[in-house]
């Protein structure tokens, strides 16, 4: 099975930090990565899938990149609503997630 | 408006058995694939199963395989999860989550969860 590795674990930015999250796919899947969102308490969100394409309704500065084995999100100016945890996700025959990245404000 | 809501959670002893459901409204249910998703307690998310909108496959995470089973019935729209030889690993909450399109893809929708709880 494809095994998804996130880092940072955990981060902490200021407000208006850039930030970005990277995961690692244990074999190419070409651009089926999917990012989401988790505020404490609450479901998860989609923001990104297909690597690079923003779900509608999510703000411009979330943004993600890559394709075959290395991806990344991006939070180009963290806002205190952005305090979460981020999880990657593979889509192919198992959608397996990476372990998370919890983000918060310094 | 789309909305799923699950149900079926509870407390079950080791080795007990429980079906969640996932009753899906405000979109052509038939059309979409589907899949369960857990969270232990201070966890992160773990992919369970899912299940094709095109040709019903089934596809198990390597945890459940061979005692979960996802099934669908289009005409109720709603989505099935069948755990049996449940374990103490398995306590977390069961989101159900729809698909992007009809093939496994990204979930752009997901219920409020339900606690399964496996404990003796």
């Known amino acids: 099975d494809i095994q998804m590795t996130q880092s940072p674990s955990s981060l902490s930015a200021s407000v208006r930090d850039r930030v970005t999250i990277t995961c690692r796919a244990s074999?190419?899947?070409?651009?089926?990565l999917a990012w989401y969102q988790q505020k404490p308490g609450k479901v998860p969100k989609l923001l990104i899938y297909?690597?690079?394409t923003l779900q509608s309704g999510v703000p411009s500065r979330f943004s993600g990149s890559g394709s075959g084995t290395d991806f990344t999100l991006t939070i180009t100016s963290l806002q205190p609503e952005d305090v979460a945890t981020y999880y990657c996700?593979?889509?192919?025959?198992?959608?397996?997630f990476g372990g998370g990245t919890r983000v918060e404000i310094k | 408006e789309v909305q799923l809501l699950e149900s079926g959670g509870g407390l079950v002893q080791p080795g007990g058995s429980l079906r969640l459901s996932c009753a899906a409204s405000?979109?052509?249910?038939?059309?979409?694939?589907m899949s369960w998703v857990r969270q232990a307690p201070g966890k992160g998310l773990e992919w369970v199963s899912a299940?094709?909108?095109?040709?019903?496959?089934?596809f198990y995470a390597d945890s459940v395989k061979g005692r979960f089973t996802v099934s669908r019935d289009n005409s109720k729209n709603t989505l099935y999860l069948q755990m049996d030889s449940l374990r103490d690993e398995d306590t977390a909450v069961y989101y159900c989550?729809?698909?992007?399109?009809?093939?496994?893809?990204?979930?752009?929708?997901w219920g409020q969860g339900t606690l399964v709880t496996v404990s003796s």
């Open positions: 074999q190419g899947i070409s651009n089926y």
């Open positions: 405000g979109f052509t249910f038939s059309s979409f694939a």
């Open positions: 299940i094709s909108g095109i040709d019903g496959d089934t």
């Open positions: 989550a729809k698909s992007r399109s009809g093939a496994v893809a990204a979930s752009n929708y």
């Open positions: 297909g690597a690079s």
């Open positions: 996700q593979v889509y192919n025959t198992a959608l397996t």
